[in-house]
């Protein structure tokens, strides 16, 4: 019988490997409609009579469980930043304490989502149309990711491992980059996943003057 150190251990790789696991993520019938819907116009495009027809159900049947329009977006706009953010973090600790690796790990995190799940990480584009507290509950979580990869960029260049002047555009650069990439990425096309996420480590660790470590 193993010693809950060993179980301990054995949690912990196991969140480690499942962050660059991404399973066809779950949504409801009305998420997963109302994401199709703001995926294909827009949400000021998109009414909520369009997303009833698509889930053939009323508009009253809709609105039971969700209260309106925006009520949809911020479901799937948290629950597209809230995994982002967890793996964000597994990634951050499955780096230990290198740097390097840790930034390498956050990027490809970042990455296999953003083309893994381009959909619903394109949809983020839509957050300007939220209501100002909803808006700020949404940066709130967005804040946390560039927390983490703020926080590497600085330790990394205390270390030396780095080479940077302003971490806080850095990171900010970083992040613009790697969210750049549902606007132009295809499942269809000829980079996978897996080789997108690695291209962009390396930029990622050319940014912060880390290339001669790769």
């Not at 010693?3 to 969140?15: F, G, L, N």
């Not at 019938?29 to 294909?40: K, R, T």
């Amino acid at each position: 019988m193993g010693s809950s150190t060993d179980d301990t251990v054995a949690a912990e790789e196991a969140v480690a490997a499942d962050w660059r696991t991404l399973e066809p993520m779950e949504l409801t019938p009305i998420l997963s409609a109302s994401l199709d819907a703001f995926y294909e116009t827009g949400f000021h495009g998109t009414s909520v009579r369009e997303i009833a027809r698509r889930v053939g159900v009323t508009v009253p049947a809709l609105y039971y469980h969700h209260e309106n329009k925006e009520g949809l977006l911020i479901a799937l706009l948290e629950l597209s930043t809230s995994d982002v953010l967890w793996r964000s973090h597994a990634a951050d600790t499955d780096g230990g304490a290198d740097p390097v690796q840790r930034l390498s790990n956050v990027i490809e995190a970042i990455v296999l989502r953003m083309t893994m799940r381009a959909r619903l990480a394109a949809l983020e584009g839509e957050a300007r149309y939220l209501s100002p507290e909803n808006r700020q509950r949404y940066r709130a979580v967005r804040k946390g990711i560039e927390q983490i990869v703020r926080q590497i960029v600085e330790e990394g260049t205390e270390s030396g491992a780095f080479d940077v002047e302003d971490s806080a555009e850095t990171t900010r650069a970083l992040l613009g980059m790697c969210q750049s990439i549902p606007r132009w990425y295809h499942s269809e096309g000829t980079l996978s996943p897996p080789e997108v996420a690695k291209k962009y480590v390396k930029i990622a660790l050319k940014m912060v003057g880390a290339s001669h470590r790769t």
